[in-house]
């Protein structure tokens, strides 16, 4: 059966970081950014209707790599209790539980990232310092009821 891991935490917290080790692992990685990147959007929040377009192909994407037995990370913020739901929805009748890895830095360190993302590739995209603000604080931390956490700092030294 798949493994599936869903990377949860802020925009700047370090999440497709962690993701692309895994990529080189042998994971396949979905990611919001990576697709808009490769459609030439440069900045974020993409437009409403990208989103929905983007996050409907991963869900397929996602559906399509389980029934083959592909290990996959989902290298999006999942910012809400909500939209992991979904998620977990999404894989239930395929009886594959994901795994949350809950990516954490403190605010200071997530806000000076975003500040110094250059645009240059997929996973550096600049937010304009009001919407990174945003995106930590309101930010949806995972229980432990919601099944399987692990947390991963990424601010210490």
Not at 50 to 58: D, F, H, M, S, Y
Not at 61 to 82: G, I, K, M, P, Y
Not at 95 to 100: A, C, F
């Amino acid at each position: 059966m798949s493994r599936v891991l869903f990377m949860c935490g802020p925009a700047g917290s370090g999440k497709s970081t962690l993701a692309r080790r895994l990529e080189a692992e042998g994971m396949v990685r979905l990611s919001v950014d990576v697709e808009a990147f490769a459609r030439g959007h440069r900045t974020m929040p993409l437009p409403d209707e990208v989103q929905r377009e983007i996050v409907v192909g991963l869900k397929q994407r996602l559906l399509e790599l389980v029934r083959a037995d592909q290990d996959v990370v989902v290298d999006l913020s999942f910012w809400s209790l909500a939209m992991r739901e979904e998620w977990r929805a999404l894989l239930a009748p395929t009886g594959v539980v994901p795994e949350l890895v809950h990516v954490v830095a403190d605010r200071e360190t997530i806000l000076a990232r975003l500040e110094a993302r250059n645009a240059e590739h997929a996973d550096a995209y600049r937010l304009p310092p009001e919407l990174a603000a945003q995106y930590v604080d309101h930010f949806e931390p995972p229980t432990p009821a919601e099944g399987p956490v692990t947390v991963v700092r990424t601010d210490l030294a």
